[in-house]
Structures are given as structure tokens and as C-alpha cells.
């Protein structure tokens, strides 16, 4: 919030304490008033009263209308939602309480002219029933009476003529009371649109991830409540303002500011409305958190398994080694079998998201991290397969190698001793011969692991 918003609001913050307070004290003065009295200096005496409170209303009606101005100001200007509901509210309740005012001063002004000629009914009828007494007493003694007569006709035409401007006057008084309480809350309710367009119109882009695009729905779900919670209200404007044109010279003004109103408050909602469509057509075109989180998950196991293959290099060594090593290798397969189900939820899911992306760059997106998770997936499931293989065919090669080699020795051994004899010639031949035969078999063998794996 900017400094001059800042002064702004501790303006009005004032100025709403001291209307609170005043109102106070004139709801005090209201409620302390004794009752209507019945004699003609009592009355006169409260009128006197009521009509100096009256003074006092009109002119905090400016202070009130400013405020609503600056309240209004502050509702398009201040970025403080907080500030600007805290200050909608406090206007709202002094709102109700002017109207209340406003009423008990209207009712108590029509209560005081009515009981004030009430008071002067006795006196005015007792004067024209002895008026017209001495008419006739007059035509009686066959005297002038014509002047009194008509002196007496004029007393009666001019009470009622003040009965009836009572009623007209009574009449305008609520018609101006209804027309009053009509604009009070089709201002009320002005305010309340003009923040709901503020609103709309401010909201934030549409996120990409589900769970702020849920966070962003339920905003707007929450406006969309508030509006239809003020349905009531608006439906009750109307009624107000159709019987308050029935009695109205200015209907047509009336009718004018109510039209612009509903279309406004229809436009705030369909806006409203049509965001909410739109998030929860981005929510559903969105990678859930179940996608998201399987994603991560994955990509990290597949990280952890690159580090193991490149730290644990293959090499032929002796059998319980690379057996340790096999053993290593068959528990990474029993995890790659276990991840499978994981990168095939992946998949299906990401191609379900490609084919309903909202743009061709999102699509070309969730294709690259598809592409590359299931890449770096073969590589590392090749790896761990190759390795496997080999492992197992050097360790049966070695197997193999260590029999023949154990034959070859015993047979080195026998050639020892032969070949120490006095005569070797004389030795069993055929015997001899398959010995060599084995000889150079094992021979051969080690060559080719030799060549294969190595020296060991």
C-alpha cells in the first residue's frame, strides 16, 4: 500500500469515528425523548426540539455522502482487500444505523404534526359548532348573519384543507422516506459490485499447476457465493423500486439507474462465472499432484539409480565378488519391476494430458519430460540387465575355468612325476594322451576368457 493510500485510509478512518460518534449520541438523544404529549405547549416544545435535531441530521447528510465518496475512492484505489472490507463494513453498519435514524425522525416528525392538530381538534371544532350556533341564533332573530356565516364556512374549508395537506404531506414524507431507502441500497449495492469488478478484473493469470488452479477456483467460487448470498437483496431493490415508480414523478430516473445496475451486477456475475468455467476447464486439462508427485518421485529414484551404476563398475574378480555383485544387480532389477507401475501411470496420464492440452508449447512440454524420463528409464533398465547378464556368464565361464584348471593341475602333477621316472616312456600312454587332450582344452578356454574378461 502506497503512503498517500495509507493517508487515505486514516482519513476516512477518522471520519467514519466521528459520524459513529455522533450518530451515538443522536440515537441517545432519540431514545431519552419523553413521550408525545398531549397539550398544545408540550408538543410545541417537543416539535421545537425534534425540528433542531432535524438541523443537525441535514447537515451531517454531507459528511455521510462524503464518505460514501471517499469510501468509493478507496474500494477502486487501495489494493488492501482486508482494509477495504474492514472500511465497506464499517459504512455498511453506519449505513443501517441512518436509516434508522432517518425513520424514527421521520415517524416522530409525522407523529408530532398529527398530534399537534390533534391538540388544536377540540379547539377548532368547538369554535365552528359555536359558530354555527350563532348563525343560528342570528337567523333566529332574523339579524345579519351572512359575514359570520361565512367567517365559520372559511374556518371549516381551512381545517379541511389542513387535514388534507396533512395527508399529502404524510404522503410525500414516505414517498420521499421509499426513495431514500431505495438509492441507500442501490448505492449499498454499487459498492459491493464495483469490488466484485475490481476483483474480477485484477485476478490473477490462470496458474499451471492443479493445486493453485484449485486455489484460484476457490476464490472464485467464494465470490460467486457472495454475490448469490446478495440475490435476495437484489430481487428486493427491484419490488422496491416497482412500487416507488407507481408513486413517483421522477419513475423514469429511477428506472434508468436501476437498469444500468442490474446490467452491471449481471455483467460482474457472468464474468465471475465465466472465470470459474475456465479454471475448472484449466484444472481438468492440468497435471494433477498424483501426476506430479509420481513424476518427481520417479525421476529421483531414477537419479539415485544412475549414481549406483556409475560408482559400482563392472569387473571380473573372484566368484564370491562378482556373486555379491549379481546378487546387487538382481535386487535392482526387483526395484526397476517394482517402479514399473509407477512409470506406466506416468505414461498413460501424460498422454492423456498432451492430447487435451490448452497449447501446443504445454503439450510440447509434458512430450519432453515424458521423452526424458522414459530414456534415462531404458538406459538405466539396459544397464542394470547387461550387467546382469554378464555377471552371470563370467561367473559360470569362471566356474568352468577353476574345474578344468583343478583337472590340469592334478594331471601337471602326475606329468611331474612321470616325467622324474627313470624310464617315462615305459608309462601308460593311451592314459597320457587324454591328459594332453585335457591339457590343451584347458589351455584353449583360458585363451578365450582371456580375450573375453581379461587377465585375472
Known amino acids: 500500500m502506497s503512503r498517500l493510500q495509507k493517508i487515505l485510509m486514516e482519513l476516512q478512518q477518522i471520519q467514519l469515528d466521528e459520524l459513529a460518534t455522533w450518530m451515538t449520541k443522536m440515537e441517545a438523544k432519540i431514545e431519552s425523548q419523553d413521550p408525545i404529549g398531549s397539550d398544545v405547549q408540550t408538543i410545541q416544545q417537543q416539535v421545537h426540539y425534534h425540528r433542531a435535531i432535524e438541523t443537525d441530521m441535514v447537515e451531517q447528510v454531507q459528511r455521510f455522502d462524503g464518505l460514501n465518496a471517499c469510501a468509493q475512492m478507496i474500494v477502486q484505489n487501495v489494493d488492501n482487500e482486508v482494509a477495504v472490507q474492514k472500511i465497506s463494513s464499517q459504512l455498511e453498519e453506519l449505513q443501517e444505523r441512518w436509516e434508522r435514524l432517518v425513520r424514527q425522525m421521520e415517524h416522530q416528525s409525522k407523529e408530532d404534526t398529527e398530534n399537534d392538530i390533534k391538540a388544536h381538534k377540540t379547539d377548532v371544532y368547538d369554535v365552528m359548532s359555536l359558530g354555527r350556533k350563532l348563525v343560528t341564533e342570528l ?57 466484485y469488478e475490481k476483483w474480477v478484473g485484477t485476478a490473477e493469470r490462470i496458474a499451471e499447476e492443479a493445486m493453485e488452479i484449485s486455489k484460484q477456483l476457490e476464490q472464485c467460487r467464494v465470490k460467486l457465493k457472495a454475490m448469490k448470498a446478495h440475490e435476495d437483496r437484489v430481487t428486493k431493490l427491484n419490488n422496491h423500486a416497482e412500487v416507488v415508480m407507481k408513486r413517483s414523478r421522477s419513475a423514469d430516473q429511477i428506472q434508468s439507474d436501476l437498469q444500468a445496475f442490474n446490467e452491471q451486477w449481471e455483467s460482474a456475475y457472468r464474468k465471475i462465472s465465466k472465470r470459474q468455467q475456465l479454471l475448472s476447464e484449466a484444472l481438468e486439462k492440468a497435471p494433477p499432484r498424483r501426476y506430479l508427485d509420481a513424476m518427481v518421485a520417479l525421476l529421483q529414484w531414477i537419479s539415485d539409480m544412475e549414481v549406483v551404476l556409475e560408482t559400482e563398475k563392472f569387473a571380473i574378480t573372484d566368484i564370491d565378488i562378482m556373486e555379491k555383485q549379481l546378487q546387487q544387480y538382481k535386487s535392482l532389477q526387483a526395484d526397476i519391476q517394482e517402479q514399473q507401475s509407477s512409470l506406466k501411470y506416468i505414461n498413460k496420464t501424460g498422454s492423456d494430458l498432451i492430447s487435451k492440452a490448452p497449447s501446443e508449447d504445454k503439450a510440447a512440454k509434458l512430450d519432453k519430460d515424458l521423452k526424458n524420463i522414459n530414456t534415462r528409464w531404458s538406459h538405466v533398465s539396459s544397464v542394470v540387465e547387461e550387467r546382469s547378464g554378464k555377471l552371470e556368464k563370467a561367473i559360470g565361464q569362471l566356474r568352468q575355468y577353476q574345474n578344468q584348471t583343478s583337472g590340469l593341475n592334478r594331471w601337471m602333477d602326475e606329468m611331474d612325476v612321470f616325467l622324474h621316472a627313470e624310464d617315462p616312456a615305459t608309462g601308460d600312454v593311451p592314459n597320457l594322451t587324454a591328459q594332453m587332450n585335457e591339457s590343451n582344452v584347458s589351455h584353449n578356454f583360458y585363451l578365450i576368457f582371456h580375450m573375453q574378461y581379461g587377465p585375472l
Do not use: G
Open 139 to 195: 337567523k333566529m332573530l332574523n339579524d345579519p348573519h351572512e359575514a359570520f356565516s361565512q367567517a365559520v364556512a372559511d374556518l371549516e374549508k381551512r381545517w379541511e384543507e389542513l387535514n388534507r395537506l396533512l395527508v399529502d404531506t404524510q404522503n410525500k414524507v414516505d414517498l420521499n422516506f421509499q426513495i431514500k431507502k431505495f438509492y441507500d441500497e442501490l448505492h449499498a449495492l454499487q459498492e459491493l459490485n464495483i469490488s
